[in-house]
Every structure is written in structure tokens, then in C-alpha cells.
């Protein structure tokens, strides 16, 4: 009961993502639903008493809740960048994409799930749709800043989807994956600063511009 | 003993309500380090409408003295329909949940007249906007009740109640619902309870010409539609059955859950009302289609069983 209120919280959460128009509230949204993956992660952890998972969930609060998000507030502040995201495709468009997307991610874990269990469905249906948005972010807004979140949230779904199909990564793998995403978003976070300071802008249909 | 069962829940239904609105304002003021008015307040406030004197505009016909009595009628009907916390019946099969959301068409189509009727150009925006959200809303609402209803094949709310246990479905369609109450309630992303700032308002905005018992009718009237909807959330999110013959020991255990989880419901909505803005009017289509989305996803769901 609780896990499948946790699911459906990272769901509406991603969906919620589509909707925004501005960078910030973006970057929130993103730390609201890393919130859920980490109460998701903690709930398995209580039921199944794993000291492990419980340094895997405490590691998830502190990356990506706490440091990373505010690392990208931080940098929207500082490259002070208008805030409007650029929609390719508006709200609404997005939202009937993702619900295809969901129905897909559904279909496609009906074929072949083992189990009739609701919760391992709703695991695996959302983790996908967690990725296909992520990557859905990532190819239709225009700003970069919105790439490090998509790929971020794409990094969310895969842990989740690791979590429920094998029940976690081996203990060392998940703890160099949360560095590793971490530096990731750092060094994007540089990067973009960067871009931002040569071509004083960071829309991506843009960058291919030639610049003397 | 049915019917006196019936009754009862509907008198403590329209006594409680108020203290719902009381007890939501209370934990927002909490959450900003306010004191806040005293829980009481709606009740208060009740009662001085009813002891002031009601003036009614010259310019005004019938619509406007016979609205805020259809408005309360309506709702007060509602309650007969929706499980608050008794679930084994309904009004003796004479309708089902979607009633319930006819009757709510019923009031809101006679406060959206009286809001027109004096002629001022609040009432008129108010009525305007409000029927432009509720032709938002009411999709959303009848398709979340069809993917609930389609657990046990009836709309009506007994049998509804039957086929508990959680299923993905209706977690989906209860978070769509959620939506639903927010806009319905006139909590924060749609519109503002506690402001009469001209821009905002919806609700209060057909409202502004009503004075002293009328007014009092139309509160109880807003918070007891209130109590309704979040009576409906928690059936969907946390059905509680009770066989047909309630005994004593049954209806204090019902009465004390639905009394848990009207709190839980406050404090939820509090919270999400601190940690959202108010949404200009264009914006609220997305919100709400971000419902609408959901209901739907909800059916996708059912559809292959889950």
C-alpha cells in the first residue's frame, strides 16, 4: 500500500515535470521526485532490513535531494539565463505523448512480467516512463540546463527499475553510481557555464552557430 | 433504521463540515508560523451572518433569493449518495455516485446565474471562470469514478465500497481525484480561499453580492461540498467496508476512521497549498489536464488488469 502511494507520488511527479515552463521549478520538481525514490528506497529497506539499502537510501537523500539540485539552483542563479525552459512541444502535447508512453511502458511489462503482483507492476510501468520522460526532457525543451535534469531523471528511473528487478545493484556499484552522477552533474553544471559565457545563451537549436 | 442511519450521517456530515474548513485554515497558518484564527471561526462566522440584516439589490429577480436554497438543498441531497462513513447504502437505490456530481451541476448552474444576475462585474467573472473550470473538472471527476466503479461493475456507492483492497488503478485515479478536490475546493493552484483580491477570486467572486442568512447558506453550503469531496478521495484512496447492519461498536470505529482521515486529508492539502502558487487563469488547463491525463491513464491501467 505504502510503496504503490510512493509509486504513484514519482508518477504524478513526472508527469508534473512535463508540465513546467520555468527552469526552477524544474530543478524543485526534480528534487520531489528523487524525495519519493529515496521514501521508495527506504520503504524496501524497512520491509526487508538491509543496512546496505539504508546506506544506499541515505546516499540518494544527500546527492540527489540535497547537494545536487542545489547545485543547479545555484547555477541558474549565477548564469542568470532567462528562466523560460522553450517548449518544443507545449504542455498539453507533451502530456498525451507521455500518457502513450506510459501505455507502451504497460503493454510492454504485461508481456512478459512473471508476476500478477500489483506493486512489482507499478514499479517496473513507472521506472519506465521515469526514463522515456527523461529522455522525452531531454529531446523537446530547448535550454541545456533542462539535458542535465532529463538525463538526471533518466538516472532516477534506472535505479528504480534496478531496485525492483534485482533488488538493488551490488552495494559498491550503487554507492560509485551516486558519485558518478553527482560529478556528471557537476561537471555538465561547469560546462554549461562555460557555454553560457561564450555564446551568452545555452539554448541548444542554437548552438551550432557559428561562433568567430 | 436504515433511513435514521442515513439522516444522522448527513446531520454530523453538515455539523462537521465547517470544522474541516476550520481545521485546514488552522494547519496552513501553522505551516506559516501564523497563529491563525481559533478552529471555531467558520462557525462563528455562520453565526454572525444569521444574526445581520441581508440586503438584497433591487436590480436582482427571483434567481438570486431562490439560489443560495437551491445551492445548500443540492448538496445537503449529495451527502445522501456519497459514503461519508457509513458505506452499506445509499439513498435506497435511488441513484448512484454520478448523481452526486449532477447535483453539484444543479448548484453550481444556480450560483453561476445568481453571480449574473446582479449585473456587477465581479459576479459575472466569477461565473464566467467558474464554469470554464468546472467544464475542466467534471471529465475528469466522472472518469475517475467509472475506472473505481469498474472494480465491482456499479456505480453506486455500496457496492462500490464491496471491492476494497488497493489496486494501481484506483492509486492513479485517487491522484487525479486529488486534482479535482483542489480545483473544486478552491484551493490554491485554482483559485483562493482566503483573499477577495479582485484578480483571483472565483468562488468568492459570486458570492460578493450575497449579505447575511444567505451568505451564511452559501458557506455551509461551500464546506459541506467540501466534506463531500474529500469523503469521495478517501473512499477511493481508503475504502472502509461495514456490512449491512451497522452495529453501535461499528458506527463509532467508522465514525472515528472517517474522523482520521478527514485529518490526514487536511493536513495533506495544507501542505500542498503552502508549496504551490496561485496559477494564472490560462495555466490552470494545464493542471487540470495534467487530471485529466491521469483519470485517463488510470483507465489504461484497469484495461490490462492492474
Known amino acids: ?212 | 433504521m436504515q433511513y435514521s442511519w442515513l439522516l444522522f450521517q448527513a446531520l454530523v456530515a453538515v455539523f462537521c463540515a465547517p470544522l474541516l474548513s476550520g481545521f485546514i485554515r488552522k494547519v496552513k497558518n501553522a505551516l506559516r508560523m501564523r497563529r491563525g484564527a481559533p478552529l471555531g471561526q467558520p462557525y462563528r462566522n455562520i453565526v454572525k451572518y444569521l444574526a445581520k440584516e441581508e440586503i438584497v439589490s433591487e436590480t436582482t429577480s427571483w434567481i438570486f433569493r431562490a439560489a443560495p436554497f437551491v445551492v445548500l438543498g443540492s448538496t445537503i441531497a449529495a451527502l445522501m449518495f456519497v459514503p461519508v462513513f457509513s458505506f452499506s447504502f445509499s439513498a435506497a437505490g435511488m441513484g448512484d455516485v454520478l448523481t452526486v456530481f449532477f447535483l453539484f451541476a444543479l448548484g453550481r448552474f444556480f450560483l453561476a446565474l445568481a453571480g449574473l444576475d446582479a449585473g456587477s462585474a465581479f459576479g459575472g467573472m466569477g461565473s464566467s471562470r467558474e464554469m470554464f473550470i468546472s467544464s475542466f473538472v467534471e471529465p475528469v471527476a466522472i472518469v475517475t469514478v467509472a475506472v473505481v466503479a469498474a472494480h465491482g461493475w456499479s456505480a453506486e456507492s455500496g457496492e462500490m465500497s464491496r471491492h476494497i483492497g488497493t489496486s494501481f488503478s484506483r492509486m492513479v485515479a485517487a491522484a487525479a481525484l486529488f486534482m479535482v478536490v483542489l480545483a473544486e475546493t478552491s484551493r490554491i493552484p485554482v483559485d483562493n480561499q482566503e483573499t477577495h483580491l479582485e484578480l483571483t477570486m472565483i468562488h468568492e467572486a459570486m458570492l460578493l453580492e450575497y449579505s447575511g442568512r444567505s451568505l451564511a447558506m452559501l458557506e455551509a453550503a461551500a464546506s459541506t461540498k467540501q466534506l463531500i469531496w474529500f469523503s469521495l478521495l478517501g473512499g477511493v484512496l481508503w475504502p472502509w467496508p461495514f456490512g449491512g447492519a451497522m452495529t453501535l461498536t461499528d458506527g463509532i470505529a467508522a465514525m472515528a476512521l472517517f474522523g482520521l482521515k478527514m485529518i490526514v486529508g487536511a493536513l495533506v492539502v495544507g501542505l500542498t497549498e503552502i508549496g504551490l502558487a496561485k496559477m494564472r487563469l490560462f495555466r490552470v488547463v494545464d493542471f487540470l489536464g495534467l487530471a485529466f491525463l491521469f483519470s485517463v491513464l488510470a483507465l489504461v491501467i484497469l484495461s490490462l488488469g492492474y
Not at chain 1, 58 to 80: A, H, Q, T
Request: positive net charge.
Open chain 1, 1 to 212: 500500500m505504502m510503496t504503490l502511494f510512493f509509486l504513484t507520488g514519482i508518477l504524478v511527479l513526472t508527469y508534473a515535470m512535463l508540465v513546467c515552463h520555468r527552469i526552477p521549478a524544474l530543478i524543485q520538481n526534480f528534487r520531489l521526485q528523487s524525495l519519493f525514490l529515496f521514501l521508495v528506497t527506504l520503504d524496501f529497506a524497512v520491509r526487508h532490513r538491509e543496512a546496505k539499502v539504508f546506506v544506499v537510501a541515505g546516499l540518494l537523500l544527500l546527492v540527489k535531494v540535497i547537494l545536487i539540485p542545489s547545485f543547479l539552483s545555484r547555477l541558474v542563479k549565477k548564469i542568470k539565463v532567462d528562466e523560460r525552459l522553450g517548449l518544443f512541444l507545449n504542455p498539453l502535447l507533451s502530456l498525451i505523448s507521455a500518457l502513450f508512453l506510459t501505455w507502451g511502458a504497460s503493454v510492454f511489462c504485461s508481456w512478459f512480467l512473471y508476476t500478477r503482483q500489483t506493486a512489482v507492476f507499478a514499479a517496473f510501468v513507472v521506472s519506465i516512463t521515469v526514463v522515456l520522460v527523461g529522455f522525452f526532457i531531454m529531446v523537446f525543451r530547448m535550454k541545456a540546463l533542462s539535458q542535465i535534469v532529463g538525463l538526471l531523471v533518466m538516472e532516477n528511473g534506472i535505479f528504480l527499475l534496478a531496485s525492483v528487478m534485482a533488488g538493488g545493484m551490488p552495494f559498491f556499484v550503487e554507492i560509485a553510481i551516486a558519485f558518478d552522477v553527482f560529478v556528471c552533474a557537476i561537471i555538465t553544471g561547469i560546462f554549461m557555464y562555460r557555454i553560457n559565457k561564450v555564446f551568452t545563451h545555452i539554448e541548444v537549436h542554437r548552438l551550432t552557430d557559428l561562433k568567430g
